[in-house]
């Protein structure tokens, strides 16, 4: 970013451009995010909104939000576009030589990658697929409940594939007790690292809640 000369940025001004977009795309996209299959309906899709509209590309696969009984196996894989915020910054430079930095939403739509149930459509409230992701969404968004749910996750998923509990692929080729054993004991000290993380959430939670109180 290169530092401007003077001050020149009419923050109402772009907030209320913001708004104005914003609803524009909201009313032209509906609520929901709308899937496509083709190239022709992505066009046809991008026709409807304004030229200059930018174009965001989702960083991660996404789904709805799972509980335990979900069938993953009755999944499908479609992308979509729907309308997003992004922040547009400056670098603002006075005369007494202070510099300062802006920023201000910009409406924008975004393309994304999506795990669905069959024959339901892309809901307006997805998180990351993969708990890895979820990690880092959740730590950007100051989410700690979220973050560490999702660290204890990525522990257990990597236990099942050790010991065969989720996937049992290492055990097509290994035929050594000796090494299937190494891998059980550290398939467990994962699931026991996940259990201590939880233990730890809880006495962060009650710490910053007695902080508070």
């Known amino acids: 970013m290169e530092a401007q000369p ?3 940025v009419d923050i ?9 977009a914003a609803s524009e795309l909201q009313e032209t996209l509906g609520e929901m995010p709308v899937e496509f ?18 174009v965001k590309l989702a960083w991660c696969l996404r789904e709805p939000p799972r509980t335990n009984d979900d069938d993953l196996d009755n999944d499908r894989l479609t992308a979509a576009v729907h ?3 992004m922040e547009d ?4 430079r006075r005369p007494d030589g202070y510099i300062t930095t802006l920023s201000w939403p910009v409406a924008a739509v975004s393309l994304g990658a999506f795990l669905v149930p069959q024959h339901r459509p892309v809901p307006t409230v997805t998180v990351p697929a993969n708990p ?5 969404e959740a730590m950007h968004d100051g989410d700690d409940e979220a973050m560490f749910a999702a660290y204890r996750e990525m522990l257990n998923d990597i236990a099942d594939g050790l010991d065969g509990a989720g996937d049992a692929s290492l055990y097509e080729t290994i035929t050594d007790p000796a090494i299937i054993e190494r891998a059980e004991a550290e ?4 699931r026991d690292a996940a259990a201590r993380l939880g233990a730890l959430y809880t006495r962060i939670e ?6 508070a109180g």
Do not use: C, F, N, W
């Open 83 to 85: 309308p997003t915020r």
């Open 187 to 190: 398939a467990q000290l994962l």
């Open 6 to 8: 003077t001050p020149s």
């Open 206 to 211: 009650r710490h910053l809640h007695d902080r």
């Open 89 to 92: 910054v400056t670098v603002l």
């Open 12 to 20: 109402k001004e772009k907030q209320e451009k913001y708004e104005a």
């Open 132 to 136: 890895y992701d979820r990690a880092v």
């Open 37 to 54: 299959a083709t190239a022709g309906e992505l066009m046809a899709l991008l026709s409807r909104i304004p030229a200059d509209t930018p």
